[in-house]
């Protein structure tokens, strides 16, 4: 991936870098490719994800428009979440990486730019 100048915040608390998938080239292609993530990947807009082509287990946040956390759930390789009204972004990171930070349904996300 890219180098990013953002990072990720959960309830105020700075926890890791973070990815943007805003591009329809970058929303496709995803985590695809990849055999780890160090940090989280948010993709926007967006209502549900795949595991096709995946080589690892992730955790999943369904986000509203205002960075609110709706549902977390695994996403095992070659799973798929099904869409969900309110969703407007998904936020993806290596399983066990939300446990790590604190997140959860009602968690509130941010973005912090570093550079």
């Known amino acids: 991936m890219e180098p990013t100048t953002l990072r990720l ?6 926890v890791a870098p973070l990815w ?3 591009s329809f080239a970058r929303r496709s292609r995803g985590l695809l490719g990849t055999r ?3 940090g989280a990947l ?3 807009p967006c209502n ?11 955790d999943v946040a369904l986000l509203d428009a205002e960075l609110r956390v709706r549902h ?3 996403l095992r390789p070659f799973g ?3 869409p969900r009204s309110g969703i407007r972004q998904v936020l993806e990171a290596q399983k066990g990486a939300f446990d790590a ?3 959860r349904p009602g968690s509130r996300l941010g973005m912090i730019k570093t550079g």
Do not use: F, N, P, Q
């Not at 915040?9 to 700075?14: F, K």
């Not at 549900?48 to 992730?58: A, D, E, I, K, Q």
């Open 48 to 58: 549900s994800v795949h595991g096709v082509g995946m080589t690892y287990t992730l």
């Open 72 to 74: 977390v759930l695994t």
């Open 80 to 82: 798929l979440t099904r």
């Open 101 to 103: 930070w604190g997140l």
């Open 42 to 44: 948010l993709i926007k």
């Open 36 to 38: 780890s993530l160090d």
């Open 9 to 14: 915040s959960v309830d105020g608390c700075d």
């Open 20 to 22: 943007l998938a805003e």
